[in-house]
Every structure is written in C-alpha cells, then in structure tokens.
C-alpha cells in the first residue's frame, strides 16, 4: 500500500551524516592533513586550482580532502567558494618572460639561450611501482645548483626575428571575463584562452589528441614549455604604480605549428598557446593544441569540420563541472516527464492496435 | 565560514542587480532568451541553478517561499532548495500554494490557480526549444530573430505522419504573444494551458546554459498544434486514489510486484488541501488504515 513519501529531509540529513563517517574512513588510521595533501598531493591540488579558476593551495587541499579525493567534486568545491569573493580589482598582465623557471623545455632547438632544464618531471622515470614508497619514511634529497640569472627569452621570440612565425596582434583591450559575463558565440582568442584554461583536463588532452590523430590535423611542436613562479602585480590607486602581491606558478606552453600559407598569410609557422596554473603541463601542451586547432577561420585555413576546430562544441562542453552537474541531475527524480511519456507510449499503442485491428479480423 | 558571512540570499547584491536586469529585459520581451552570467551555486548545475538564482534575485525578506519538485513540496530537491533560502535568506516558507508569494518550481504548475501577487520560478535544462532540433547556439539564436520556426513545424507535422499524433509529451513547445516560440521547462503538456493568461509573473532560469527568460502577466501562451490536430493537455484517465480528483495531474504509483498500482495527484499540496476538505479517493479509506496501523 502506498504511503505518500515524507521524511526526504530526514533522508538528507542522514546521508550527510552517512556521507562525512565515510569521508573519514577507518578511525584507526591517522587522518590526512591539508597541509600533507598541499605538500604530497601537489599536482592534485594544482589540477583543482586551474579548473577552479582559483590560486590557493591551501583552499584546493582543503577541497579535495572534503571531496574525498574527488576532483571535479573538489574543483566544483573551489567554484562555488569562488563566485562569493569580492573583486578587489585587476592584477597586471603577468610577464612570463620574468619567469623564474623550474622545468624549461624545447623540442624544436637543441640548445637556446636559458638552456633546457628538465625540473622535476616523470618524463624519463621508469613506471616501476615503487614498493619502497609503501613504507619509506626517509625525504628525498636532489642536489641544488645555483639558479640561472636574468631572464629566460621566449623560444618563440627567435623565430620571430626572422619573420618565420606569425606574430599576434598586439592589444591593450581588457579581456572579457568568463565568470562575470555569458559566454558569447563566436568568441574572441582571449575568451578561448580562459575556456580552455579552466576546461577539463580530460577533455582538452582528448580533443588535442585528435587533431593529433588526423581530425583537422596541425602537427605540432613544443616550441616551448616552462615551469615556473612569476610576480604577480596590481596597481594601488592610493599609490599610482604597481606593485608586487605576490608569486604564483604557471605551466605555459607555445606550440609552432605547419603552416603552408592561405589567400591571406604568406607560408610561415603559426602559434598554439597554453597557460594553466600550477604545474599541469599535459594540460599547457592540450591547450596550447587545440587553441591551434579552432584559430582555423583567423588563418584562413579550410574547416574540415573537425571537432577540435567547431568552437562552439568545444567551448561549450569543456566546463567539467558543468557538464558533470547536467550529466548527473537526471539521477533526480523525473517521474512527472516519464509518466507523460508513459500516457503518450500507451496512446500511441493503443491506436497502433486499432488500426491493425480489422486486418486480424480478416 | 558562517552564514552570516553571505549576503541576504546567498548572492551579492551586485550580481542580484545583474539577474534583475536580465529578469526586466526578459519580462518586457516576453518568450525572449535573455543571456545573463550564471554564476556558480552552491548546488550541482541541473540541481535548479537557474530557478535558485532567479529566487535569490527576486525574494525579499516578507516573501514567502514554496518549493516544488515534480509537484512535491517534500521530493529531497525541493527539501533542499527550500533549506538554502530559509538559511541564507531566512524567509518564510509554506507548503500551500496560496499562501506563497514566491513558488520556485521543477516539472510541474500548481493545480491551485496562481494571483497577481505570486511569482513562479521555473528551473529549466534546456531553455532552446529549437535545441534538439539544431544543437548550434549560434544558429537557433538566428532562426528566433528571423522568427524562422519551420523547422519546429517540421518536426510536429513529421511526429504526426508517423505516430499519428504529436509524439512530445513534456516540454511542449509554445508561441508567446504570436512571437517567441518558447520552452515551458519540462512540465508536462498537461500544465500548458495554465501558462496562459496567468496573473501571475512567470520567470524562467537556466543556469548552466545563461538563459532567463520571462511571461508578464496575462500573457498570450499557444501551445503549437496543427488546426486538424488541436493541441490535447492530455493526462492519466484515472481520479486521485486518494483525494477523488479528476482534473489534477496523476502520478502513477507501482504497488506490488503484480501489476498493481494507484494513480495520486503530483501537486501534494492540492491533493492535502482536498483531503483534509473531506473529499476522498477510491484507496483513501485503505491508506488511512495503513497510516494508523
């Protein structure tokens, strides 16, 4: 017999109450501290601050400790406590060519000035687990060297002398703001920019794979990747001039692409770019390639209906926590729609049968 | 961080001003998608983002607040959305229709017929009803400026051909004031009718895809339908098994594992209202023993 169903606020309660024992797991071992996720988890907690749009290590620690490990949840964590905070005012465009670089590769020059340095990178260790780990208590120590003095010129920036590769209007125009205005169709660089920054991770790195793969293929080389902290300055209006607030790290990432030339361009190399924060370079480098892919119309390049150059399906599907809350809201209940489904799928039928009727009857 | 560290609301006023001004944009184009910069809830987007900030933007401390999901104050979102306000707002609320001021709203019209001084939020997927039909923003937002919508006709008169009948069911697309063709929000075509002509002001939310738009009151709202196949708010043909209804929209409940089931009224604010009025369905007098036992 049916009860009409109440008590979903207690069913809530109970499932958060539920929700937070499970988050803590066995009470026998000892309970993780943000500060070790900040330390030991630190390419997690840089994933959570990139596609969070937001640069507190602390915070996104925090997130994934309540998120129970959860990214996206973690990342949607981030967002939310993000929209609440005041806007204080507008940093300077930060120069990465002050860059103090932890990590600075290039694939296209064997050596260049500010040299190659490989910083602490998976790239060439052995995917061996590491059983030692599962019990080692001893820190790692790497020998230091002194760091490079002055700054570390762009790779890109040498081509650039030669006229080889195209170079990007320059503009003092103050970007529009992704969190603050509606993503408007067809977007400018400067809005792609900031999607893809704060895109999913997944997403981009699969969309950037296949232009690799053929799918409005542009081979690509890594012009350049580096790693590192750079200034971070405002201007005091009670001051005049700008000063320093602070340091964050970025992974920025330049691509030199093929390029035959178009009706428009003559024959030259052509730019990807990608700047993410933190270090996340596999998603600087996804970035960086499927930028290339949707400046198809500004080269004058053929669209090859592509997925990686249809902007408006890229854009608009990159937003994991967007994508994750509409995926997962048809788990709520949805029995008004299904039962008008249910009404129309009987009608249907019915007529369906009546109409075949009289042919059983012969 | 306490409550008292948010804004009356949950969001700030500068953001509140924002989703007001797209709420009067929308309000004087009527069926109109006005774009406005959803922010980010504290709730998942698909939870009812959209209808939230449309709340947040519209209630004022006397407001009283009712929530619906599926036509039920107390389906676990509604329970949740209804929370939010009465702790970041701290507004009244109300289970009762007629006693709300402010009703946000997932999947369904109140049967109890609306006032000039009620406000109807709807959460909305999905608020393109040319969506399924062309997936490109950039091209719906043309075909509604050119007031293009034969492909939307298209589609009915092709539903016709093959099942002999307009195979949409929910989410039925209507025409405002002979100009926008609009989404309800996934009610089910039943609730139609009550769109129009309403005294009430009806706003729409759709978060994640930015989306508010609006019907002022007593606003002309069609639902498209060909002349030789009218338009048919079709519902369940059953009354309440327990209020006796037979004008309210039925939700169909599975009993038992042999084919038994019941049919109750989605709105469980009207179906209380008409019990406790006396008026009883054909298992009423069975639930009550139950209840009791």
């Given at each position: 017999?049916?009860?009409?169903?109440?008590?979903?606020?207690?069913?809530?309660?109970?499932?958060?109450?539920?929700?937070?024992?499970?988050?803590?797991?066995?009470?026998?071992?000892?309970?993780?501290?943000?500060?070790?996720?900040?330390?030991?988890?630190?390419?997690?907690?840089?994933?959570?601050?990139?596609?969070?749009?937001?640069?507190?290590?602390?915070?996104?620690?925090?997130?994934?400790?309540?998120?129970?490990?959860?990214?996206?949840?973690?990342?949607?964590?981030?967002?939310?406590?993000?929209?609440?905070?005041?806007?204080?005012?507008?940093?300077?465009?930060?120069?990465?060519?002050?860059?103090?670089?932890?990590?600075?590769?290039?694939?296209?020059?064997?050596?260049?000035?500010?040299?190659?340095?490989?910083?602490?990178?998976?790239?060439?260790?052995?995917?061996?687990?590491?059983?030692?780990?599962?019990?080692?208590?001893?820190?790692?120590?790497?020998?230091?060297?002194?760091?490079?003095?002055?700054?570390?010129?762009?790779?890109?920036?040498?081509?650039?002398?030669?006229?080889?590769?195209?170079?990007?209007?320059?503009?003092?125009?103050?970007?529009?703001?992704?969190?603050?205005?509606?993503?408007?169709?067809?977007?400018?660089?400067?809005?792609?920019?900031?999607?893809?920054?704060?895109?999913?991770?997944?997403?981009?790195?699969?969309?950037?794979?296949?232009?690799?793969?053929?799918?409005?293929?542009?081979?690509?080389?890594?012009?350049?990747?580096?790693?590192?902290?750079?200034?971070?300055?405002?201007?005091?209006?009670?001051?005049?001039?700008?000063?320093?607030?602070?340091?964050?790290?970025?992974?920025?990432?330049?691509?030199?692409?093929?390029?035959?030339?178009?009706?428009?361009?003559?024959?030259?190399?052509?730019?990807?770019?990608?700047?993410?924060?933190?270090?996340?370079?596999?998603?600087?480098?996804?970035?960086?390639?499927?930028?290339?892919?949707?400046?198809?119309?500004?080269?004058?390049?053929?669209?090859?209906?592509?997925?990686?150059?249809?902007?408006?399906?890229?854009?608009?599907?990159?937003?994991?926590?967007?994508?994750?809350?509409?995926?997962?809201?048809?788990?709520?209940?949805?029995?008004?729609?299904?039962?008008?489904?249910?009404?129309?799928?009987?009608?249907?039928?019915?007529?369906?049968?009546?109409?075949?009727?009289?042919?059983?009857?012969? | 961080?306490?409550?008292?560290?948010?804004?009356?609301?949950?969001?700030?006023?500068?953001?509140?001003?924002?989703?007001?001004?797209?709420?009067?944009?929308?309000?004087?184009?009527?069926?109109?998608?006005?774009?406005?910069?959803?922010?980010?809830?504290?709730?998942?987007?698909?939870?009812?983002?959209?209808?939230?900030?449309?709340?947040?933007?519209?209630?004022?401390?006397?407001?009283?607040?009712?929530?619906?999901?599926?036509?039920?104050?107390?389906?676990?979102?509604?329970?949740?959305?209804?929370?939010?306000?009465?702790?970041?707002?701290?507004?009244?609320?109300?289970?009762?229709?007629?006693?709300?001021?402010?009703?946000?709203?997932?999947?369904?019209?109140?049967?109890?017929?609306?006032?000039?001084?009620?406000?109807?939020?709807?959460?909305?997927?999905?608020?393109?009803?040319l969506r399924f039909l062309e997936p490109r923003e950039t091209e719906t937002r043309k075909m509604h400026s050119l007031e293009e919508y034969g492909l939307m006709h298209v589609k009915l008169y092709e539903d016709i051909s093959q099942h002999g009948a307009i195979a949409t069911s929910y989410a039925y697309p209507v025409k405002v004031e002979g100009r926008y063709v609009m989404?309800?929000?996934?009610?089910?075509?039943?609730?139609?009718?009550?769109?129009?002509?309403?005294?009430?002001?009806?706003?729409?939310?759709?978060?994640?895809?930015?989306?508010?738009?609006?019907?002022?009151?007593?606003?002309?709202?069609?639902?498209?339908?060909?002349?030789?196949?009218?338009?048919?708010?079709?519902?369940?043909?059953?009354?309440?098994?327990?209020?006796?209804?037979?004008?309210?929209?039925?939700?169909?409940?599975?009993?038992?594992?042999?084919?038994?089931?019941?049919?109750?009224?989605?709105?469980?604010?009207?179906?209380?209202?008409?019990?406790?009025?006396?008026?009883?369905?054909?298992?009423?007098?069975?639930?009550?023993?139950?209840?009791?036992?």
């Open positions: 017999m049916y009860v009409a169903v109440k008590g979903g606020e207690r069913a809530i309660d109970n499932a958060h109450a539920w929700l937070a024992e499970e988050r803590r797991g066995d009470t026998s071992v000892a309970e993780l501290s943000v500060a070790q996720i900040r330390e030991q988890l630190s390419l997690a907690v840089n994933r959570v601050m990139a596609e969070g749009s937001l640069y507190d290590p602390d915070l996104a620690a925090l997130a994934i400790k309540q998120a129970r490990g959860d990214l996206i949840e973690a990342i949607f964590l981030i967002r939310a406590y993000r929209t609440t905070l005041p806007r204080l005012g507008a940093s300077e465009p930060v120069k990465t060519a002050d860059m103090a670089c932890e990590r600075r590769i290039s694939a296209t020059f064997k050596d260049a000035p500010g040299g190659q340095v490989l910083g602490p990178t998976f790239d060439y260790t052995h995917r061996l687990l590491d059983f030692k780990l599962a019990a080692e208590s001893e820190a790692p120590q790497a020998s230091e060297a002194e760091p490079a003095k002055g700054q570390t010129p762009h790779i890109t920036g040498f081509l650039n002398r030669e006229g080889l590769i195209q170079s990007e209007p320059e503009s003092d125009e103050t970007p529009p703001d992704l969190t603050r205005e509606p993503m408007e169709l067809p977007a400018d660089r400067a809005l792609r920019l900031q999607s893809l920054s704060r895109g999913d991770e997944g997403f981009i790195l699969s969309m950037a794979y296949s232009t690799q793969r053929g799918y409005a293929r542009n081979h690509a080389f890594v012009g350049e990747l580096r790693i590192g902290s750079v200034p971070v300055e405002m201007e005091v209006p009670e001051l005049g001039f700008a000063i320093e607030i602070g340091e964050i790290t970025l992974t920025e990432c330049e691509t030199v692409n093929q390029f035959t030339g178009s009706k428009t361009e003559p024959p030259q190399f052509t730019r990807g770019y990608g700047l993410v924060f933190g270090q996340t370079e596999r998603k600087a480098i996804s970035m960086a390639l499927v930028d290339r892919a949707l400046r198809w119309n500004e080269l004058g390049e053929e669209d090859q209906g592509a997925p990686a150059q249809d902007e408006e399906f890229v854009l608009m599907h990159a937003d994991n926590i967007q994508a994750t809350g509409f995926l997962e809201h048809i788990k709520l209940p949805h029995y008004v729609d299904f039962q008008s489904e249910l009404e129309l799928v009987r009608k249907l039928r019915r007529e369906a049968e009546t109409q075949s009727m009289p042919e059983v009857a012969e | 961080m306490t409550d008292q560290a948010y804004n009356f609301a949950y969001l700030d006023e500068q953001t509140k001003r924002m989703i007001r001004r797209a709420i009067l944009k929308g309000l004087a184009i009527p069926g109109y998608q006005v774009p406005f910069a959803s922010r980010e809830m504290p709730m998942p987007y698909g939870w009812g983002t959209g209808g939230v900030q449309v709340s947040a933007a519209t209630l004022t401390p006397e407001d009283t607040f009712k929530v619906i999901d599926q036509g039920a104050d107390d389906t676990t979102n509604a329970v949740s959305i209804r929370k939010f306000f009465q702790r970041t707002a701290g507004v009244a609320t109300t289970e009762e229709t007629d006693k709300a001021t402010v009703i946000q709203t997932r999947h369904r019209i109140p049967e109890t017929p609306l006032g000039e001084d009620q406000v109807l939020v709807y959460q909305v997927p999905i608020p393109e009803p989404d309800p929000s996934p009610i089910p075509k039943f609730d139609n009718p009550k769109m129009a002509d309403c005294p009430a002001i009806q706003l729409f939310g759709a978060g994640r895809e930015q989306r508010i738009y609006a019907l002022p009151p007593y606003t002309k709202v069609v639902s498209l339908d060909f002349e030789d196949h009218p338009f048919d708010p079709s519902k369940a043909d059953h009354a309440c098994d327990l209020c006796g209804a037979g004008e309210s929209y039925l939700d169909e409940v599975i009993t038992d594992d042999a084919g038994g089931r019941m049919f109750v009224c989605s709105d469980t604010d009207y179906c209380r209202a008409r019990r406790e009025a006396g008026h009883l369905g054909a298992q009423a007098a069975v639930m009550e023993e139950e209840a009791g036992a």
